[in-house]
């Protein structure tokens, strides 16, 4: 069974977000918006509406944007705009991978530093493209 072309370009731009995400702890911008505009065009190209596109960017980058602003240096501006990524490419199954995302990386955060006090954990920077990836992928494979 083939997959289809935005999972197979989503796979793409999350291991190059994944892999600058470890090695600089920036994600490019030619990989989020520079993604976020083939993913869009590829899925308005398979019949995805427009507005349907419009309302899975807002749900998935507006609280990510929100919460950067709430506590700068927690979400970088990176961060927020990798959330459109698997939002264009898999649509609400993106919102489904965001969560399971968000929850990896704090229970990866947690048990990697089980004797750290609260704070510390809090404290700590943890690259979150990897564990988007992780969440796109498992998504992927629930919805086709």
Known sequence: MALPTSVCLLVALLAWAAASDLRTRTIPNACTVGGAMA???VSLAGGAGPLALAGA???ACVPMAVASL???GALGGGD???AALPALAL???GLAALLLAF???VAWTV???PRRPL???RSAVVPLAPFVAFGSAVAAALVG
Do not use: F, Q, S
Request: aromatic residues 0%; hydrophobic residues 60%; glycine residues 12%.
């Open 39 to 41: 993913l869009g065009a």
């Open 57 to 59: 960017l807002a749900m």
């Open 70 to 72: 709430l506590r700068p």
């Open 80 to 82: 927020v705009k990798l």
């Open 91 to 93: 649509g609400p199954a």
């Open 103 to 105: 929850l990896t990386a």
């Open 111 to 113: 048990a990697g530093n």
């Open 119 to 121: 704070t510390a954990i």
